[in-house]
Every structure is written in C-alpha cells, then in structure tokens.
C-alpha cells in the first residue's frame, strides 16, 4: 500500500500536536511532510510538497480554508481532504460534502474516527494504487454516523444534490458523499456512471430495455432489481457491455 504524502494545518498549536502525536501511529499509511499554523504558510507549503492527503482546520485565524483549496486548485488537482473543526454546524459540513472531502472530523479527535478516515482516503484513486476490480470494503458517512459496505454488495447509486442514494438488493442508505465521490471510490470496482445521476454495478447487469429506458440487476441469490436509467444511460451501458 502507498503511503500517503500528507500536510497538517491547524492554527491551534495544542490540537495541532495532539493530532500530529495520534498520526505517528499510522505512519505506514500516512507521512506526514510538515505542519502549518496560518493560511499563507500552508499555501507555500501545499504548493510546495503537492501532498496527496491535508488534514485541513475549516477556520485559519478568521480566514476561509475553503478560499485556500480554491486557491491551490489554480495550480494542480486537489489532494485528499481530511477536515477538522470544532464546529458541530450542518453549513461547515455541507461545505466539506461540496469538495468531495474524505471525512469531517470534529476535534478533539477520536483515534478511532482518525483510523476510519485515513482508511477511506488510501481507498480512494491514487491512494490506493493496486485496485484490480475486486470488492473493496467502503466506509461511508450518513447523517447518523457511517456504513460499512462491501462494493460487491452495491446495486447501484443515485445522486441527490451533494449527496446520494445507495442501494442494495434489499435496502436503500442515505450517504453524505456526492456521485462524483462515489465514482471515485467505486472506480476499478465493476462500476460505471452511466448517465448524469447514476452509477450501476456492472456485474449486476442482467437485462436492458431501450425502449422502457430499464436497466434490470439480478443478484447472486436471484433478486432482480429494475433500475430506470436516462435514453442515454441505456445507451451507453449497451456499448459498454
């Protein structure tokens, strides 16, 4: 497994030490290049190291952490983001969801919740470099708390804004993650986003109906499941297979 390159950046220097102490029991997963108390020493240091994985405090000393990731953007694609705050409130959550960020932690930091959100962010593309199509065991946040589900025991999933609906053979989760995130997450894994607003499991397929726009999944134990898909959803999922 990669180790992943990672930056610190918190401008409170007792949780700012207290969750570099908790990251050097993970130092197989992550590496951590430096640390940063203020908004322009974590853009030069950013800039500089182009790490794959920020752990990112959502307020630097007034100013916006959201402005200092539009900023870096400018000049390459955005690592993995990990955020921390003290703040309980659905405005600064809603804003991570947007960036696609890997978790949402709340300080002071709870190793276990730690452990969790670097496992996502090594599952997600460039962090996890071996990924071979395989069933890959996801950890995915909802408004309760999480769900662990195997990527094998997906159907398919739908997007609802900023968020998605999951669905299995036999249930349906609410997740805070947004289809571009799942995407990611379910990509090498069987997976196609077929349209705007769907990502099917291809190894599920079972039968297409163009003229009802249907997408029709059987499970291993022979559940089916109809999946209404756009005209070009349909479409593509018939040159795809």
């Known amino acids: 497994m990669k180790t992943l ?30 640390s940063c108390d203020n908004y322009d020493s974590a853009l030069r240091s ?6 794959d994985l920020l752990f990112l ?9 959201l402005q200092l990731l539009n900023e870096v953007k400018q000049s390459f694609q955005l690592p ?65 708390g999480k769900i662990f589900i195997d990527s094998s025991d997906i159907a398919y999933v739908t997007a609802d804004g900023n968020y998605s609906h999951l669905f299995t053979f036999s249930s349906r989760e609410d997740i805070l993650e947004s289809l571009a995130t799942m995407e990611q997450l379910l990509d090498a894994a069987g997976f196609m986003r077929v349209d705007r607003h769907t990502i ?21 134990d022979g559940m089916t499941l109809d999946v209404e898909l756009s005209k070009s959803g349909v479409e593509r999922l018939m040159k795809q297979l």
């Open 80 to 144: 993995h983001v990990i955020f921390t705050t003290a703040y309980a409130d659905r405005k600064y959550l809603l804003s991570a969801i947007k960036l696609a960020a890997v978790d949402y932690l709340l300080k002071p930091i709870d190793k276990n919740e730690l452990a969790l959100a670097i496992a996502k962010a090594c599952q997600q593309p460039n962090g996890n470099p071996d990924g071979n199509g395989s069933s890959k065991r996801l950890s995915l946040r909802t408004a309760m």
């Open 46 to 51: 950013i800039l500089r190291h182009q790490p």
């Open 200 to 220: 099917i499991n291809t190894q599920r397929v079972y039968k297409l109906n163009v003229k009802r726009q249907l997408c029709t999944l059987l499970s291993p």
């Open 5 to 34: 390159k990672a930056i610190v950046v918190e401008d409170e220097r007792l949780p700012r030490l207290s969750l570099l102490q908790k990251l050097e029991d993970f130092r197989q997963q992550v590496e951590v290049v430096d």
């Open 57 to 65: 405090d959502i307020q630097l000393q007034g100013r916006d952490a």
